[in-house]
Structures are given as structure tokens and as C-alpha cells.
């Protein structure tokens, strides 16, 4: 970059930020705010100048820091991590009214310090997690009212933070692809995987392997007239899932109880669907549920993966960095692996030479990706690999 590269950058930031201002305008959006939620929902082209705005920020931000500040701050995000410990485990969004409360009656109500909990607000406050107001008391930040009132958004923060982030676990087990050597396993003090442990045709037909109550088959279900669908899952995954299925999809959607790790029982399936699973296991434990499907198979049968899907060659781009985020929780977690396309041609190959790599698929404006494979019987229907 030359010496005007700043000036270059901040010019470019300043016009995507406009288009984005003049989008809000022109349909009667309230402007950017730390106070709501912004920009959901977006059309793919006004989407692209919020991840310009993002990457173009961030490479600002780089530059101005240099390497030295960009080094110093990367490795003080564990104090970052620390802090939103602290919030999560005290459960002080809960105790934050929707108006304003004081730091001491925070602490009265918390249990806690209030020095310390002045010290560990301030600190989030640079991250705009919780806000102060003008008097010196403290409210909610949009970030923090949805700690508060979305239960699930502060269940996901408790698992990352308590039960998945355990970097010990790579010293205990190193180099390990066992899905039960995880931090998981530390954090609970079990010996079983992380999801066994949860456990305690004129129509086309789709088998949703792994799918959960179904939510994925039902959809579809819903948006096609000639498909029908199979849902597997493990015992009491699969009976919840009965129980939570429309009557309007009755005939077309069924659960069956399912380990996905034996030989697949619905035979000659047009699609074998995998949404979030072969990301949950290293190679070892991926061929063998791969290999599973292998005597369902028939000629041209697809098997369908939906997975985040890191790119082969490295990116700087900030709103690309989800990918790389799930690959380190699944090598912390579960050690297992965010597969690039060439992880998964590779993956495909190692299974069944008659699996025929057909590429994968990005929806516009999506984060994750579809990644395809096909079945091909030899000459004369033969079954010889």
C-alpha cells in the first residue's frame, strides 16, 4: 500500500457507510444505534457494503495499530474472555433493570464487590456489552438486553465459556481425534462424547441423518410437494421429534431412532442429509459415518453436507473470520475440524472411490455452505470399489 493507503481506505469506508445510512433512510429505519439492533434481514447487495464497512474498519484499525499493537492486543483477549466470564457467571445482565441501576445497588444485588464489579463493567464497557449512563449509572446496551431477555443467547455464552473453552484439554490429549478427549470431557468428568452424552419412489426421499427434531425436514417438507423425509436421531431425540411434528406433515415427515455410526437402514434415499455433523468429528470417526451410508446407496444417490466452510487459502477479511472461529471451538471441543474443499474431496475419496466429489455451494448473503457428493455404481451396476 502507498502512503495514502489510510486516506484510500477511510474514503471507501465513508461511502459503503453512506449507502447503508441512505438504505436505513429511504426505508424508514431508525440510524445505527448502540441502543438496537441494526441491519437484519438485509437484500445481498446492501448486505455486501455492511461486510465492506466491517472489513474495510477493521483493516483501519490494523493499520493504525502496526504490528506491535495489533500483537499487544491479540494476545490480551484472554482478560476479554475473563471478563465476559465474570458477567456470564454472575449473571449480571439479569440483575440489570430495563431502566438504570447503581453500581452499589448492583453489587447489593449481585453479592459482589463493588469495586470489583465497577472494575469488570468498565472493562466491558469498551466492548459496548453493558453501557453507563450520563449519571454515572448503569443500563443496557443492545448486547446485553439480549443476554437478558434471550435465554438461549446466554446459554450458548455459558457453554463456550464453561463447558467447551478448556485449552487443557489439548495438553492432556495432545494430537488427539477422539471425540471423547475433549474439554467437554474435562469440564463434565465423562468419558462419553459430547452428544451421547446429551442422549442419558414416485416421491423423492431425504434422510436427515443426525436431524434433530427436524426442524430442517420440516421446512423442507413444507416448501416442496414431492419429497418425503426420514428423520434420525438417537432414541429420545427422535421421540421428542414425533411428538413436536405437525399433523399437516404426518405423511410425508417420520423419525426414526437411529446411531449414525451403524449401517444406515433406509435404503436407496435419493438425498442423505448432514447438516452439522461431520464437523463434530476428526476424520477417523467422519469416515466411519460416511462409510455407514455406503450399502444404502444407490446409483447417483447424493450425499448432502451443510457445514461452515473455511476457504484453502488464508483471508484477512473480517467477516470471513466465522469460519476460522468455528474451526478452533471444534478443535478445542471436540477435536474435530472445519473442512475446506479440498479437507472434503479428500474426505469423500478416503470412503468409497465411487463418492464423486461434486463441489460445494455458498447460498448469497449465507454463512454456511452446502458440499456435495455423489454415488456411482461401476460398469454394470457392479459394486467392486
Not at 121 to 143: D, K, P
Amino acid at each position: 500500500m502507498g502512503p495514502s493507503s489510510l486516506t484510500a481506505l477511510a474514503e471507501q469506508l465513508l461511502n459503503d457507510s453512506r449507502l447503508l445510512d441512505s438504505y436505513n433512510e429511504a426505508n424508514g429505519l431508525e440510524p445505527v444505534s448502540f441502543d438496537h439492533e441494526s441491519f437484519v434481514d438485509l437484500l445481498e447487495d446492501i448486505e455486501d457494503h455492511r461486510k465492506n464497512v466491517i472489513n474495510i474498519a477493521q483493516d483501519l484499525k490494523r493499520l493504525a495499530q502496526g504490528p506491535r499493537d495489533l500483537l499487544f492486543e491479540t494476545l490480551n483477549t484472554f482478560n476479554d474472555l475473563a471478563n465476559f466470564h465474570f458477567i456470564y457467571h454472575h449473571k449480571i445482565p439479569q440483575y440489570i433493570p430495563l431502566g438504570d441501576i447503581s453500581y452499589a445497588e448492583l453489587a447489593v444485588a449481585t453479592g459482589l464487590d463493588e469495586i470489583l464489579l465497577r472494575r469488570m463493567l468498565h472493562h466491558a464497557m469498551i466492548y459496548r456489552t453493558i453501557a453507563e449512563s450520563n449519571e454515572g449509572r448503569i443500563q443496557h446496551s443492545i448486547a446485553s438486553r439480549m443476554l437478558k431477555e434471550d435465554s438461549e443467547a446466554m446459554d450458548a455464552a455459558g457453554f463456550l465459556l464453561e463447558e467447551l473453552f478448556m485449552v487443557g484439554a489439548m495438553e492432556k490429549y495432545p494430537n488427539s481425534g477422539e471425540p471423547n478427549e475433549t474439554g467437554f470431557n474435562m469440564a463434565f468428568n465423562t468419558s462419553r462424547p459430547f452428544y451421547l452424552k446429551l442422549e442419558a419412489t414416485p416421491k423423492g426421499l431425504m434422510v436427515d441423518v443426525g436431524g434433530g427434531h427436524g426442524a430442517v425436514s420440516m421446512a423442507l417438507a413444507k416448501a416442496t410437494t414431492h419429497m418425503n423425509f426420514v428423520v434420525q436421531d438417537l432414541p429420545n431425540t427422535a421421540t421428542q421429534g414425533e411428538k413436536l411434528l405437525p399433523t399437516s406433515l404426518q405423511g410425508r415427515v417420520s423419525f426414526m431412532a437411529h446411531d449414525f455410526f451403524e449401517e444406515q437402514p433406509v435404503k436407496c434415499a435419493d438425498v442423505y442429509f448432514l447438516r452439522y455433523i461431520l464437523h463434530n468429528w476428526s476424520d477417523k470417526y467422519a469416515r466411519r459415518i460416511l462409510k455407514s451410508l455406503i450399502p444404502a446407496l444407490k446409483d447417483s444417490s447424493r450425499i448432502v453436507c451443510y457445514e461452515f466452510l473455511p476457504g484453502d487459502r488464508p483471508t484477512t477479511l473480517w467477516t470471513e473470520k466465522q469460519p476460522l472461529n468455528m474451526n478452533m471451538i471444534q478443535a478445542i471441543g471436540w477435536n474435530s475440524i472445519e473442512r475446506t474443499a479440498s479437507d472434503w474431496k479428500r474426505l469423500f475419496s478416503s470412503v468409497d472411490k465411487r463418492l464423486r466429489f461434486l463441489g460445494t455451494r455458498t447460498p448469497p448473503g449465507c454463512s454456511v455452505s452446502l458440499i456435495k457428493a455423489e454415488f456411482h455404481l461401476g460398469a454394470n451396476g457392479a459394486t467392486t470399489q
